[in-house]
Structures are given as structure tokens and as C-alpha cells.
């Protein structure tokens, strides 16, 4: 019994493809047929395989049919959460989404799900891109107008993630393993609300995915920081190898 994670399948079968580099870039040949085959070696019936974001690039329910089927058909109890292309994925709608495609997947929003002792906990979460205004010497004199924007996207995040620990920490559970699919900080900051929240509620590990291309992918934080594992698990970053999280 083991618990991976990997974003960023992007699955297009039904859809127009809006990415032109996931066409250039060789990590994204046929990645469905390599990820797919990746997962029959690795994944048993009794392992979890959480999967962080942008699963297709449908724009409603019944352009991802076939991409979420796809998801269905991979070994392994499947949770999912949201990215910022998962246009058939209405928050408010989140329930609907769970009962159909029930017990096939489990669509992770303002709720939590048990891994052994464990509760996975998780939600898109948020972070301000840019652009930054530089100074001569490389410090941050501005950022542009969009970061108050940004700002309230973080905030409506970060209490979603609260929801979700606080009803796992209600129901008694300690562990905690934190999903987002965007990075917990900007390319700039040390610290954000995410990795505080983390530490607040003591979070094992943090799991993050969206961060593109070899030029992205030391956007935020890999490894330990402040006593938590911090891992960037984008499909083309592992290279369609789902990420062992724990036994
Ligand atoms: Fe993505
Ligand atoms: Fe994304």
C-alpha cells in the first residue's frame, strides 16, 4: 500500500490543445500512453494516487468525458484536486462532480481524505505570477496592479485549505499531508500563507505541481524547509513517474 501524487496530465483527447508547448517539448510525446504505461508497473488496487491539477483542457463536463475515463481506467483509488484549467470543475458544484463519477474518483474540495493515519488535505491554493517591477539592484519596487487581484485569490484559497484541515482536525486526525496545485510561494517569497499554514497545522509534507519547463521548475520550494518536505510533482518535472509520498 503506497500513496503517490503527479499533476499536470493536461489530457486533451476530446479538446483543443491550448498549450503550443506541450506540443514542441519531447517530455509531452504521447506522455498519456507513457503515463499511462508508468502507472500499470507502479500503482496496485490498494494504492491511492492523488492527482494535483489541471487534468484536462476541457472547457465543461462533457469535453473532459474522456479524459476523466482515462482517469478512471489508471490502477488505484484515484483522489483528485483542482488546477487553474479545470474549467468543468465549479467549486460549488463539487458534490455533483463526486456523485457521478463515485466510487471511481473523489474529487478533493472543502473536505479532506483518509490516507492510513493520515488526512489529505488540499485545495488550488494561489500564486501572484507577475510581473515584478525591479529595481537596478534586483529588489521588488512594485508589482503590477494585478497583485491585489491575486491577493483575494490567495485569501479565498488559503480558508479553503483551512476547511479542509479543520474538519480533518475535528474528526480527530494529527497527520497531515498538504495538496495545492500551484507553487506555495512566488518566485520571490520565502514564506506565504500557505507554508505558514502548513507549519500552524504541522503538515508532513507539502505537494505542488504547475510549474512548467526546466525554466520553472525552481520557482518555489524542493525539499525540507522549516521542518516540512516541500515537493514539486508536475507531470513533465517527473517525467510521468508518479512521486511515492508514503508507504
Ligand atoms: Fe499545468
Ligand atoms: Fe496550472
Redesign the pocket.
Known amino acids: 500500500m503506497a500513496l503517490y501524487a503527479i499533476?499536470?496530465l493536461?489530457l486533451h483527447f476530446q479538446s483543443v490543445l491550448k498549450a503550443p508547448g506541450q506540443l514542441r517539448d519531447r517530455v509531452w510525446r504521447n506522455h498519456e500512453e507513457r503515463f499511462r504505461k508508468n502507472c500499470q508497473k507502479l500503482i496496485t488496487p490498494e494504492d491511492t494516487l492523488v492527482l494535483v491539477?489541471?487534468h484536462s483542457w476541457g472547457r465543461n463536463l462533457a469535453e473532459c468525458e474522456q479524459d476523466l475515463q482515462y482517469i478512471c481506467d489508471l490502477p488505484g483509488r484515484k483522489i483528485l484536486t483542482r488546477?487553474?484549467?479545470d474549467m468543468f470543475w465549479d467549486v460549488k458544484k463539487t458534490r455533483r462532480l463526486n456523485e457521478l463519477y463515485q466510487p471511481r474518483l473523489t474529487f478533493l474540495q472543502d473536505s479532506y481524505e483518509v490516507y492510513r493515519d493520515y488526512a489529505l488535505v488540499g485545495t488550488k491554493g494561489y500564486t501572484f505570477e507577475g510581473p515584478f517591477w525591479l529595481d537596478r539592484r534586483g529588489r521588488v519596487v512594485d508589482w503590477d496592479e494585478a497583485e491585489a487581484h491575486a491577493k483575494k485569490l490567495v485569501e479565498r484559497e488559503l480558508a479553503r485549505l483551512r476547511t479542509s484541515f479543520e474538519l480533518a482536525r475535528a474528526d480527530g486526525y494529527r497527520k497531515y499531508i498538504m495538496f495545492l496545485h500551484y507553487p506555495p510561494t512566488n518566485i520571490l517569497e520565502e514564506r506565504s500563507g500557505f507554508t505558514d499554514m502548513a507549519e500552524e497545522y504541522g503538515a508532513d509534507q507539502v505537494i505542488y505541481?504547475?510549474s512548467?519547463g526546466e525554466s520553472r521548475f525552481h520557482d518555489s520550494i524542493h525539499g525540507q524547509f522549516r521542518g516540512i518536505e516541500y515537493h514539486l510533482t508536475?507531470g513533465d518535472y517527473l517525467r510521468w513517474q508518479p512521486l511515492k509520498i508514503l508507504d
Do not use: I, K, P, R
Open positions: 499533476g499536470d493536461h491539477g489541471d488546477g487553474n484549467h505541481a504547475h512548467h508536475s
